[in-house]
């Protein structure tokens, strides 16, 4: 005991003496362990989605890939409403399925509106996902028409308190109802796939939508909801996914398979997502949140296991350059009668003690840097919760493991000292030089390359900021019309209204707007060919490419004449003139296109407008002009005017849509938002780049002091 207490002793007065060195050893090695503990904690938050929920290994989400001949298969995170009762009917194995369809809608709490986004879900909705509860059931959360469940974030918000079960609230789905709290679930993780806080049932919403809204449960024609299904125990979810295609050709109705270039199965198929993998393999249109990278996870676990290799390296190499200034020490104690097993012990022991101070600092740091990398990271607020032992035990022996790696090689040089070390020569088992060299050029090697990555992630994302989307998104405010009855004539008076309000440069009416995730399509039969060609389109009036901005390739978009008023003009991009067959925009111009008994005469040709992000190509489309177009009113306005046209529309607003909180957005910060991810990661990158130069310095620096 007492030969510890005397390595203990001299270790602490060693670094006590050589400050400079402390400092550097343990600054380096505490950025490096903080930066492994960062990451670990976002790589086990990242990788632990879902998997709270009860039965989680037989819960699976459909998900649709919808291929269109010509066009890139799109993965859609939901599925269309007939197919839950056709694979209850079809497969013993499914044990259960739910669907939820979400919506955005105004709530209504002591006369103040919000805005929510809701999700409209069958009434086994908690049970089959076994969503944690609170307050009230899951069988009883969406029983009847009236009754709805709330987060218990949402329940703090309108109500202060948690306990809020029979308390109403009126919702505006899709028209202005009052609902009764039946339930209130545990807020959901920020970690999961999945992201609302209000619930009401499906029966009550489309029984008083409008009657398109109406027939979505039952269509086949788009994939609408998100659903998922819970297998039976021991069920293999392999063999009913293979068995989807048979169910798919005999479950389309013949006027779908009709307007299909092959067979159903080619066009619909659907697949199996265990919940848990949902945040990576689940599909990449209209989910949740954004779909997440396992490759760049783990990409950002590399870069913090060689931020934490550089701050070894830089131990090892300070220590063993040292190793000169105990060497007589060493001699001494080998004198004295110490074996080089406990010389080496000694030394790895003064590596411990200094790893483990490095480690309490590195987790100060990790606590201090938290609240600004959590909003990078999206993790969630609390942090090493102190009854999860097992991130305890990864940290205790991370801490260890760093250590034995970093003072293994300096305790083994340091062991080899001979006695004649006394005489004053310079040991020849020491003479490291050429080692850490060769260190110090390989980590700033690897900084070099980090560097170099970071630069092309910010290259390419100044490149999405920038890129042309051959329309100006500028100024423009989104609004969405309230889904209510009525609501294409509240539109249209609403466009009519604004038409003259100061401030505004223009606006329009159209079915979807750039950045919708729309994927209306329609069929265009062709001579000679035996099955019709399939285009996107949008349904627009006639002022929406002069608010867009968009330049005219060829014709123009002219009011009709009272000869060619019942006449459906549309408009045509690049790619749909190339489909067609035309090699120049002229060339399209009067062609007709037949979709079932239309005819659709083509009046102009625009370029192909990214209507997504930059991650998906350009699909083939048609503009069709209509003086109804759809619910989707965009405004252009003047930057220092934008106050006043807001309150403009909000006078205009409520007479036509009592109860509905007005819902705009801005274009600019919707077309951003598909890239949060990845500017997420980039910041992410530039700080651990910066973190490895820093360190690789800081290394470079104490040997250039220490010669």
């Known amino acids: 005991m007492s030969l510890w207490r005397n390595y203990l002793v001299t270790a602490w007065r060693f670094l006590i003496v050589d400050r400079a060195f402390t400092f550097v050893n343990l600054l380096g090695l505490a950025v490096g362990l903080a930066s492994v503990m960062l990451i670990s904690l976002h790589v086990r938050d990242s990788l632990s989605s879902d998997r709270g929920l009860a039965g989680h290994e037989r819960l699976f989400r459909i998900d649709t890939l919808e291929t269109t001949p010509g066009r890139e298969p799109l993965d859609i995170a939901r599925a269309p409403g007939p197919l839950r009762a056709a694979l209850l009917e079809a497969f013993p194995e499914v044990e259960d399925i739910s669907r939820a369809y979400p919506v955005t809608a105004s709530v209504v709490r002591d006369a103040e509106p919000f805005r929510q986004d809701i999700l409209v879900a069958d009434s086994n909705f908690f049970e089959l996902l076994g969503l944690p509860l609170v307050r009230g059931s899951a069988e009883t959360a969406l029983a009847g028409t009236s009754s709805l469940a709330l987060s218990e974030r949402a329940a703090l918000r309108y109500f202060g308190t948690a306990d809020v079960v029979g308390r109403r609230l009126t919702v505006a789905a899709p028209r202005p109802r009052d609902f009764t709290v039946a339930a209130v679930f545990e807020t959901i993780p920020a970690n999961s796939h999945m992201e609302f806080d209000l619930v009401i049932p499906a029966d009550g919403y489309f029984a008083s939508a409008g009657e398109e809204v109406a027939a979505i449960p039952e269509s086949w024609a788009g994939a609408y909801f998100f659903t998922y299904a819970r297998l039976t125990q021991g069920a293999n979810p392999d063999a009913v996914e293979r068995s989807l295609p048979a169910l798919v050709d005999r479950s389309l109705p013949d006027w779908l398979t009709g307007l299909l270039s092959g067979a159903p199965h080619d066009f619909y198929r659907f697949r199996l997502v265990p919940v848990a993998d949902i945040p990576f393999d689940g599909g990449a249109i209209a989910g949740f949140k954004p779909k997440a990278s396992r490759t760049t996870l783990w990409a950002i676990s590399g870069v913090a296991l060689l931020i934490l290799a550089i701050a070894l390296i830089n131990f090892a190499n300070l220590t063993t350059a040292r190793s000169t200034l105990r060497r007589r020490e060493v001699a001494v104690r080998k004198v004295c009668g110490a074996k080089p097993r406990q010389i080496f012990a000694q030394f790895m022991g003064e590596a411990i003690l200094l790893t483990t101070v490095a480690g309490l600092i590195g987790l100060s740091l990790v606590e201090l840097s938290y609240p600004y990398l959590a909003g990078i990271l999206g993790m969630p607020e609390a942090l090493l919760p102190g009854e999860d032992w097992r991130i305890w035990t990864a940290l205790v022996l991370g801490v260890l493991v760093a250590a034995i790696v970093s003072g293994f090689y300096p305790s083994v040089i340091l062991s080899r000292i001979r006695p004649t070390a006394l005489a004053g020569g310079f040991d020849t088992e020491v003479r490291t030089g050429m080692l850490r060299h060769v260190l110090l050029v390989a980590q700033f090697a690897v900084s070099i390359a980090l560097i170099a990555a970071t630069l092309v992630m910010l290259m390419q994302m100044r490149f999405a900021a920038r890129a042309d989307l051959r329309f100006d998104s500028s100024n423009m405010l989104v609004l969405q ?194 890239y949060d991810g990845e500017r997420r990661q980039t910041r992410l990158l530039a700080v651990f780049a910066a973190t490895r130069v820093i360190l690789s310095c800081l290394g470079l620096a104490g040997m250039g002091a220490f010669a």
């Open 481 to 674: 019309i309230p889904d209510v009855p009525g609501a294409d004539e509240a539109a249209l008076a609403l466009r009519h209204s604004l038409a003259a309000t100061p401030g505004g440069q223009g606006l329009t009416l159209s079915s979807s707007v750039p950045s919708d995730e729309s994927e209306d399509n329609v069929s265009i039969d062709r001579p000679g060919e035996a099955k019709p060609l399939q285009l996107g389109f949008h349904r627009v009036d006639p002022a929406f490419f002069a608010t867009y901005r968009v330049p005219m390739l060829a014709g123009r978009v002219a009011a009709p004449t009272a000869e060619d008023s019942s006449i459906r003009r549309v408009l045509i991009n690049e790619a749909a003139l190339r489909r067609l067959g035309f090699a120049r925009a002229g060339q399209g111009l009067g062609s007709v296109l037949r979709a079932s008994a239309t005819e659709l005469h083509v009046v102009g040709v625009v370029p192909d407008l990214h209507f997504r992000s930059l991650h998906e190509p350009v699909r083939d489309e048609l503009y069709i002009l209509d003086d109804t177009p759809g619910r989707r009113l965009s405004l252009r306005y003047r930057p220092g005017e934008l106050s006043s046209l807001l309150q403009a529309i909000e006078r205009r607003w409520q007479p036509l849509f009592p109860g509905h909180q007005l819902d705009y957005a801005f274009l600019e910060e919707s077309l951003a938002a598909p």
